[in-house]
């Protein structure tokens, strides 16, 4: 089992940036594919982001894909997500997810079982 604590959410303009940060603990972080989601009122929760385990692959949902960067830090038990550009519409509560299982790509949204209690973002238009 790991532990995921979020942070770095907050009130920003249209157009303005942010970056979250997911401190991981318990299972072996550096073994672990990791993954960032959001949910939106009335909405269901939706895939954001992922990283592999080694940091050598990352995929991003299109409505993300050229304003969000996702990274890692193995050394810090760390997953962020940089978020440029925002727009009123990325409003919603951001998840951190890790996979299930160790070694994984983080190519599908599917394999994340664990997540932290969640940041809120809004961005004001």
Same mark, same amino acid.
């Given at each position: 089992? %790991?532990?995921?604590?979020? !942070? #770095?959410?907050?009130?920003?303009?249209?157009?303005?940036?942010?970056?979250? /940060?997911?401190?991981?603990?318990?299972?072996?972080?550096?073994?672990?594919?990791?993954?960032?989601?959001?949910?939106?009122?009335?909405?269901?929760?939706?895939?954001?982001?992922?990283?592999?385990? /080694?940091?050598?692959? *990352?995929?991003?949902?299109? !409505?993300?894909?050229?304003?969000?960067?996702?990274?890692?830090?193995?050394?810090?038990? *760390?997953?962020?997500?940089?978020?440029?550009?925002?727009?009123?519409?990325?409003?919603?509560?951001?998840?951190?997810?890790?996979?299930?299982?160790?070694? #994984?790509?983080? !190519?599908?949204?599917? *394999?994340? #079982?664990?997540?932290?209690?969640?940041?809120? %973002?809004?961005?004001?238009?």
């Amino acid at each position: 089992q %790991v532990q995921l604590v979020e !942070s #770095g959410g907050g009130l920003v303009q249209a157009g303005g940036s942010l970056r979250l /940060s997911c401190a991981a603990s318990g299972r072996t972080f550096s073994r672990t594919a990791m993954g960032w989601f959001r949910q939106a009122p009335g909405k269901e929760r939706e895939f954001v982001a992922a990283i592999s385990w /080694s940091g050598g692959g *990352t995929y991003y949902a299109d !409505s993300v894909k050229g304003r969000f960067t996702i990274s890692r830090d193995n050394a810090k038990n *760390t997953v962020y997500l940089q978020m440029n550009s925002l727009k009123p519409e990325d409003t919603a509560v951001y998840y951190c997810a890790a996979d299930r299982f160790e070694f #994984g790509l983080g !190519s599908s949204p599917n *394999t994340f #079982g664990s997540w932290g209690q969640g940041t809120q %973002v809004t961005v004001s238009s």
